[in-house]
């Protein structure tokens, strides 16, 4: 069974950094790009961040540009977001995802992606 497990989420003040991780079982997504998605309340869902299989390309939103910075560690099959300088705005449930299929880039819409984390809620408190 394939699983996406998010951890690092919580509660922090404005201006505070938090380390998101996802944590990938039951295949690997080596050649997969992947990416985090959030939704906040009463908001549609957004991309976040996105990378390639490789790390070598990386997409950041435009509202997170600067702040946040995505990686991945493939021997560890792990994903990770890296959140500095936390907005209230930031307040979101976050969704890791990958995609089934190798590719050689990233992709930003939701529909490109096979499989997602359960979540972790991120509140940034001003």
């Known amino acids: 069974q394939v699983q996406l497990v998010e951890s690092g989420g919580g509660l922090v003040q404005a201006g505070g950094s938090l380390r998101l991780s996802c944590a990938a079982s039951?295949?690997?997504?080596?050649?997969?790009?992947m990416g985090w998605f959030r939704q906040a309340p009463g908001k549609e869902r957004e991309i976040v961040a996105a990378?390639?299989?490789?790390?070598?390309?990386?997409y950041v939103a435009d509202s997170v540009k600067g702040r946040f910075t995505i990686s991945r560690d493939n021997f560890k099959n792990t994903l990770y977001l890296q959140m500095n300088s936390l907005k209230p705005e930031d307040t979101a449930v976050y969704y890791c995802?990958?995609?089934?299929?190798?590719?050689?880039?990233?992709?930003?819409?939701?529909?490109?992606?096979?499989?997602w984390g359960q979540g972790t809620q991120v509140t940034a408190s001003s």
């Open positions: 039951g295949r690997t997504f080596s050649s997969s790009a």
């Open positions: 995802v990958a995609s089934a299929h190798p590719s050689g880039t990233y992709f930003i819409t939701p529909y490109e992606y096979d499989y």
């Open positions: 990378i390639s299989w490789n790390g070598d390309s990386t």
